[in-house]
């Protein structure tokens, strides 16, 4: 072995290389005493999944988000979704809107109302298409380091929008939060759908959280004259839910003014409170109190006080 470098199982790393690699695991690390630091104030973090695109998973997690808070809830959302950051969009934020940056290089959510917090890579990139390029250790990275730097204050409910899938970057994400205290899978009413729960099921299992429950959207659609049509099918969300014992908190219907409100960067909920899908998330809401406050707080995760860090 040369002075000059070290070996490795025959890879060599250069010396300098060594360092950079030493510094960024540094980095790393106070990245990630501080997110544990910060997330101490938040008492519920519940991550949305599903193993498929498109399902309304965003639509979910902001519309729960804004049901919680409407029942007095201190609420937060986390757009995990690097490479597609839609929740600020459907809680009515323009991207590249921004979040106040205070001296001490700590990051300010956003709040829209009825009192919801939101922090996205979408606020801080200048247009939509840019996160898409990134490849999976940057988007992973930019999540460690925003998750460090965003002051949540007291929150009752972190709800975070998961990408789609349950592959390695969703699981890097999961692991990178403290204590999750359970996911919430949203599915459409498909054969497919089966599938999709049980992968779900098997990655909480692995981050050693349970399964608060499961929401179908998509669900039906309420014809005029008030005949329902299962466009998607009937049946197959109650059906998991009792091959697995795995409650299911609700269905929500199709509904066009959905998407004209998620397009249109209005927030659905609040506009639409008589509406059937509105009603659901309310009572959604209630039941994910129910469930997750029973379960109760997990314990802090383990890391530095404020005063042991010098500050
Ligand atoms: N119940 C519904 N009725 C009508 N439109 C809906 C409903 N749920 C979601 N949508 C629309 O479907 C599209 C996909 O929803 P959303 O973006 O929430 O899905 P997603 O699972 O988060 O997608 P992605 O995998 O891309 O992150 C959006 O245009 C949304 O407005
Ligand atoms: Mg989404």
Not at 81 to 95: E, N, R, Y
Not at 153 to 168: F, N
């Amino acid at each position: 072995m040369s002075g000059e470098s070290s070996s490795r199982r025959g890879f060599r790393v250069s010396r300098s290389e060594y360092k950079a690699i030493a510094e960024r695991m540094k980095t790393i690390q106070e990245q990630q005493m501080r997110i544990v630091r910060n997330m101490r104030s938040i008492k519920y973090k519940v991550a949305v999944i599903s193993t498929k695109g498109g399902v309304g998973k965003s639509f979910v997690t902001t519309s729960l988000a804004a049901a919680l808070a409407s029942r007095g809830k201190r609420v937060g959302v986390f757009d995990a979704d690097i490479a597609g950051p839609s929740v600020h969009k459907m809680l009515g934020l323009q991207t590249g809107m921004g979040m106040l940056s205070l001296p001490d290089g700590s990051i300010k959510p956003l709040e829209v109302p009825p009192g919801v917090k939101v922090a996205s890579i979408g606020l801080l990139i200048p247009m939509d298409e840019v996160p898409l390029i990134w490849r999976g250790a940057i988007k992973t990275s930019a999540i460690r380091e925003m998750l460090a730097y965003v002051e949540w204050g007291e929150l009752d409910y972190l709800l975070i929008d998961l990408p789609p899938g349950t592959g390695d970057e969703v699981l890097t994400i999961t692991q990178i939060i403290p204590n999750i205290s359970g996911f919430i899978v949203v599915t459409i009413p498909s054969e497919v759908a089966k599938s999709v729960v049980k992968k779900a099921v098997s990655f909480a299992k692995r981050i050693n959280a349970p399964v608060i429950g499961i929401i179908e959207n998509m669900s039906y659609f309420r014809c005029p004259d008030g005949s329902v049509n299962y466009i998607f099918g009937k049946g197959a969300a109650e059906e998991i839910a009792s091959q697995y014992g795995i409650e299911l908190l609700g269905k929500i219907p199709i509904d066009p003014r959905i998407r004209e409100a998620n397009d249109s960067g209005r927030i659905f909920f609040m506009e639409n409170r008589d509406s059937e899908a509105a009603k659901a998330f309310l009572e959604i809401a209630d039941r994910v109190i129910e469930i997750v406050e029973k379960i109760g707080p997990k314990p802090p995760a383990w890391g530095p006080t404020l005063e042991e860090e010098g500050g």
